[in-house]
């Protein structure tokens, strides 16, 4: 089985930081493709960044100059630097890897992990 578990959410002030983490587990043979996601209430499900196993990275308009993700092949686990906080970017954030464990390639996502910009 394959876990993904966030941390480093919280409450800051607007224009404050905070550094998210997803770490992998499990029997993961190779980690292709991760990203951070994030749902604020009423909302759907919108992609922030994505960073493929090369490091390529792709943002989400609203956050580019402001977020940096990352990631540590050796750890499994994939980082979500957040500078410039704005009220706005107040959601539960997930992580999400595509995973390849034996002979199957499939999506993982984290339980999430709540960010609360205050104004």
């Known amino acids: 089985q394959v876990q993904l578990v966030e941390s480093g959410g919280g409450l800051v002030q607007a224009g404050g930081s905070l550094r998210l983490s997803c770490a992998a587990s499990?029997?993961?043979?190779?980690?292709?493709?991760m990203g951070w996601y994030r749902q604020a209430p009423g909302k759907q499900r919108d992609v922030v960044a994505t960073?493929?196993?090369?490091?390529?990275?792709n943002y989400a308009e609203s956050v580019k100059g402001r977020f940096t993700i990352s990631r540590d092949n050796a750890r499994n686990t994939v980082y979500l630097q957040m500078n410039s906080l704005k009220p706005e970017d107040t959601a539960v954030y997930y992580c999400?890897?595509?995973?390849?464990?034996?002979?199957?390639?499939?999506?993982?996502w984290g339980k999430g992990t709540q960010v609360t910009v205050s104004s």
């Open positions: 999400s890897a595509t995973i390849l464990t034996g002979l199957r390639i499939d999506a993982y």
């Open positions: 499990g029997s993961i043979f190779r980690i292709n493709a």
């Open positions: 960073i493929t196993s090369s490091g390529s990275t």
